[in-house]
């Protein structure tokens, strides 16, 4: 390890942040036991409005409907430090003291974990003798895996200011596939643009012993799957990442009836906003077989969250401040994943990072979004360390 101001700083921080393991692992845990879905997040976020405000700090609420946004320092430059608060619709499985007490909602991404080390975060930082050349502003964001049919929570705190003036943002995703530790810190884009489809495929009812007097709408259906098959395969530039997936199909209701209609969803993935809207023109161009065999269809297309774009810049303090930190050897390599992370938008303000840590608990399937979900709890001070030092970092970084 080198012993340059900043690194000895670090290891002091991560020491700091051992020394909170236990408290870090407790508000985890009372988050766990009672998760709250998105822009529900009332008792989640004034627990959290009530721990910074006993650390003296400026804190707001009701930012993006149900958002915490608290401050550290002042002037620029500005560095934010994002975790999410919300859960998911899931019945928990786990048989473990802190487990979820609300039906049928769990904390099954670690969403609960992300605001826990971020308190843990602002401890350290709060607690430092000297004030951060700059501000560093923490936000504690709702509704992270849906929208409110609009938007979602990162574009909501957005709307009421939350990144106004930040220079750079960053935050951290646990994984529960990564061996307890491991950090991934890419550049360039590590989540994909998430849109949804849903389409209408119109035809004309009649006897099912005489289709000859219809038009079934479920062989259109059968020439625009394959159509739409064909759609990453011929369409899109092989070397563009792209995802096309057809995720319900409904139609007819009954066994010798042609039905009027058939109905199909699913989702579109990308990561730069050229193929993402080629997916669109070419999705709607397979649709359209429908009419030259005689029917008809509507097409809707939801857009979700962007591709999130990580900055080789803040990627490259972030791995500088691991590197001082942490064991060696606790960088990993991991492809992008066509996943969705609202996150993306905050990114879309102002250069930004998000890293992946490890936290794989057993050797029991325990993947996201899923009843068994859980964590490794001894990584989490390493996460509230690797935040605290890396936006330190890019303060002084910015006043350089």
């Known amino acids: 390890m080198t012993s340059s101001p900043a690194a000895v700083r670090g290891r002091r921080i991560l020491q700091e942040a051992n020394a909170l393991s236990g408290q870090i692992t407790a508000w985890r845990r009372d988050f766990h036991m009672h998760p709250e879905l998105g822009f529900q997040e009332i008792r989640t976020s004034g627990k959290v409005a009530e721990e910074l405000r006993a650390l003296g700090l400026e804190t707001a609420t009701g930012i993006g409907k149900t958002g915490v946004v608290a401050v550290i320092g002042e002037g620029g430059p500005v560095v934010a430090i994002r975790a999410d608060m919300d859960a ?57 895996e849906t ?75 059968g020439q625009v799957i394959n159509a739409i098959q064909g759609i990453r395969s011929r369409r899109i530039d092989p070397i563009r990442p792209a995802v096309v ?17 058939a109905r199909l969803t699913g989702t579109l993935r990308s990561y730069d906003d050229e193929t993402r809207e080629k997916l669109i023109v070419e999705l709607d161009r397979a649709l359209s077989v429908t009419r030259a065999l005689g029917g008809d269809y509507e097409l809707r297309v939801h857009k979700g969250c962007p591709s999130t774009f990580n900055d080789s810049g803040v990627t490259q303090v972030m ?33 930004g990072a998000m890293f992946l840590l490890g936290a794989k608990r057993d050797e029991v399937s325990r993947p996201h979004h899923n009843p068994l979900f859980d964590l490794d709890e001894s990584v989490f001070p390493s996460g509230a360390a690797l935040l605290a030092e890396t936006a330190l970092r890019l303060l002084e970084q910015g006043k350089a």
């Open 245 to 261: 997936t057809i995720g319900t199909v409904h139609a007819g209701l009954g066994e010798n009836v042609i039905p009027d209609e």
């Open 88 to 144: 998911l619709p899931i019945q928990e499985k786990n048989d473990v003291p802190y487990a979820s007490q609300t039906p049928n909602v769990m904390h099954a991404c670690g969403h609960d974990s992300h605001t826990a080390m971020l308190l843990g975060a602002a401890h350290i930082l709060a607690a430092m003798p000297d004030r951060p050349p700059g501000e560093i502003r923490l936000l504690f964001q709702p509704c992270e």
């Open 147 to 221: 929208d409110d049919g609009e938007k979602s929570g990162a574009e909501r705190m957005i709307d009421d200011g939350a990144l106004d003036g930040v220079d750079h943002v960053i935050a951290l995703h646990v994984s529960s596939e990564l061996t307890a530790g491991e950090l991934v810190i890419e550049d360039g884009y590590i989540t994909a643009n998430t849109d949804n489809f849903y389409a209408v495929i119109r035809g004309a009812g009649a006897h099912g012993a005489h289709p000859d007097l219809g038009v079934d709408p479920i062989y259109l259906l």
């Open 319 to 351: 791995r500088s401040a691991a590197a001082d930190m942490l064991p060696a050897g606790s960088i990993v390599r991991q492809p992008a994943s066509m996943g969705g992370e609202d996150f993306s938008w905050m990114t879309r303000r102002a250069p």
